[in-house]
DNA sequence: TTGTATGCGTTATCAT
DNA sequence: ATGATAACGCATACAA
């Protein structure tokens, strides 16, 4: 690999003066600055961010931890933090622990041992040793989705968003509202989610029918086995469902076509998240928009002000949502 | 940031005893090595990657460059990849260009000045500066999707898939068949996929019928608006529509949907790349499955052989497709 | 305006 | 079996 050293050789000049060229810093006459970027320009030199942040300890690289690479919210995601990073020219590292919450820990690790300058963890799940990690971490991290106590978080209405979408369902006539939801380790969408529904519920009077609570997986295909389930277990059947993602919706949807169920007119269904497939399946898809672009953008401005010492305390920042009617209720 | 020399002074040893520790590399005592252990137990010391790369020559990164993070084709393919390096040890780096081509060359440079040790490019566009920039560059780099000759490449015969699949649709008894493709910048999609459906056209006899043939842009809503084109441009209407991604398949679909053209009785359609959400829509879409997975492990296998030095000479890996009949045709 | 010297944290060579 | 030391490529304090 040619190196500062090189160059400066060839340019007839020290590596200071080189460094100089390259970083805009200090005094170096045109007439000099022109030979070494010429020298530059015909070697193709790309000078090593190696050496330079183990000069400087700073790499310009934000670690991102992601639970998985195939839902629109997590591309969405990503996306927009990886757009404001650019901006600020921070580049992103991925890595995907694929729903694996154990391996959370050990990527955090394994990204400060590549000295990013700070961490965004999107969680599904928070347990007591990645709580110790996170707190303990010297690299700062702002974790996406879900509420800790002491940590600077990004998260969602979920309580309310959930709570409001049934609202919905109910004033459209029903009062036999199934729920497909997701495993409670995820507090979030687990959790909070269903709490929303059930609050709903209460609020309007109905009561809670168990044969109508189910669990999916954040795919398709658990979506419509829990659909699947709901059906076959229950005495009554629901004439409408609250899921907690679009897939696990889309997933339900398939169900209800293959037993010519029709939408919204038999069953009723709403998913969260606003994927965009969900705009363009038939019925569309009633759903919730959490605005992720902006949940990104947040979180990349969040992690570059902790990082330049702008915001001392953690700051636990609440996202809008917007419930968007379509045509599956 | 806690460094060797600090552990090798609480541990009483010296730097490189620590080191030896560390890499398991020449002799060091049971009871050294014990306390050793123990200070980097206690103390949470991450040894820099920056600083050990540095001197190895060696980062175990590979850059990812990928043109949208949004499909599933590039989800999956990404997820293979990482599976398939993580397990020898390596980690990613991935960079979006968001489909900027223009943008290939800055991220190869980017990520060369990172010190990856190899790149993949998941290409959608082949130009001069790019040929140029891969062909120099002293890093390895595999490319996916694009034929590149000289440089080693994984690709999917695209022509005979898109061949194979319009005999499809001209067995099941249709004559008058569109096709929406992309711009001819991307070759492999944009060229090989439609020379696949004017061949198979041509092997049967039919015409072609320079109205149905419309270009969209790997999104739902240009699909959509593809559709829209054909249909309102064209004199006669086509009984099916050939398209190069389920991305625009499923865009197209919601305007059958929309002006009441039943699937496939009124009109017959085909997608490709067998994305997740394909076989969950109504009706269920014909599709290609690509083998992304495969595509994807490949590629690691590839690269990380090239590195060792295993492969000498660029290769060229084409890759099997298999054809998914379900309901739209 | 330019150059020399030092150190960032690690590994590897060479003594001991 | 262990330690002192140099080197990796760069930025910077200081000298010239």
Redesign the pocket.
């Known amino acids: 690999?040619?190196?500062?050293?090189?160059?400066?050789k060839l340019a007839?000049?020290?590596?200071?003066?080189?460094?100089?060229v390259?970083?805009d810093?200090?005094?170096?006459?045109e007439?000099?600055?022109k030979r070494v970027l010429k020298v530059i320009e015909e070697t193709g030199?790309?000078?090593?961010e190696?050496?330079?942040s183990?000069?400087?300890?700073k790499t310009s690289v934000i670690g991102v931890i992601i639970p998985r690479l195939s839902t629109d919210t997590t591309s969405r995601l990503v996306n927009a933090i990886n757009d404001e990073l650019a901006k600020k020219g921070y580049q992103i590292i991925l890595t995907n622990t694929n729903l694996h919450a154990e391996k959370e820990v050990e990527h955090i690790k394994l990204l400060r041992s590549r000295q990013v300058d700070g961490l965004i963890l999107i969680a599904t799940n928070v347990n007591d040793v990645l709580l110790k990690e996170i707190r303990n971490s010297p690299t700062p991290i702002v974790v996406i989705g879900q509420e800790i106590p002491g940590v600077s978080v990004i998260v969602n209405r979920d309580f309310e968003a959930a709570k409001q979408m049934t609202q919905l369902i109910i004033e459209n006539g029903h009062n036999k509202i199934g729920f497909i939801g997701v495993h409670e380790t995820d507090k979030a969408v687990g959790v909070d989610r269903k709490a929303g529904y059930l609050a709903a519920l209460n609020g309007a009077g109905i009561p809670v029918n168990e044969q109508w609570i189910v669990d999916a997986n954040f795919d398709y295909q658990t979506g419509y086995r829990a659909m699947k389930q709901m059906m076959e277990q229950s005495t009554i059947k629901p004439t409408a469902v609250l899921t907690v993602t679009d897939t696990i919706a889309i997933g339900a949807m398939q169900y209800m076509h293959e037993h010519h169920l029709a939408i919204p007119d038999d069953i009723a269904i709403t998913g969260m998240g606003n994927s965009k497939v969900s705009q363009y399946i038939v019925p569309s898809l009633t759903t919730i928009d959490f605005l992720n672009e902006q949940t990104g953008k947040e979180a990349a401005r969040l992690i570059l002000n902790i990082i330049d010492g702008k915001e001392k305390r953690p700051k636990k920042i609440q996202m809008k949502y917007r419930i968007i009617k379509r045509d599956s209720v």
Chains 1, 2 share one sequence.
């Open positions: 690999m040619i190196t500062i050293k090189e160059i400066a007839n000049a020290s590596s200071s003066t080189v460094s100089r390259l970083n810093s200090g005094y170096v006459s007439e000099t600055r030199y790309i000078p090593s190696q050496a330079k183990l000069r400087t300890k």
